[in-house]
């Protein structure tokens, strides 16, 4: 069983950066595709960014040039949020599709809480 977990989250100021980390719990070899969501209060689940093991990426209209997804390892993926807004304040989710012998499963990390306010 593989789980995603996520330090990072936090508070901290508008225009401010802040980068999310997500890493899984045991070695993985193959990577299908990664991503971060996010959910406001009161709203659904939105991609906010994903990547895929051939490096295409996709980003949510409204941050892309602000949110860069990377990857350092099949392991650790990261979220690096720039010039941060009130709006961009909810709960962070990293996501992945890990390929084992004979399936392909999906992940969710827990959540974590980003706060954007001075």
């Known amino acids: 069983q593989v789980q995603l977990v996520e330090p990072g989250g936090g508070l901290v100021q508008p225009g401010g950066s802040l980068r999310l980390s997500c890493e899984a719990s045991r070695t993985i070899f193959s990577i299908v595709s990664i991503g971060w969501y996010r959910q406001a209060p009161g709203k659904e689940r939105e991609l906010v960014a994903a990547r895929t093991s051939s490096g295409n990426t996709n980003y949510a209209d409204s941050l892309k040039g602000r949110f860069t997804i990377s990857i350092e390892t099949a392991n650790n993926f990261y979220l690096q949020m720039n010039s941060l807004k009130p709006e961009d304040t909810a709960v962070y989710y990293c996501?992945?599709?890990?390929?084992?012998?004979?399936?392909?499963?999906?992940?969710w990390g827990q959540g974590t809480q980003v706060t954007v306010s001075s």
């Open positions: 996501n992945a599709h890990y390929s084992f012998p004979g399936a392909t499963r999906q992940y």
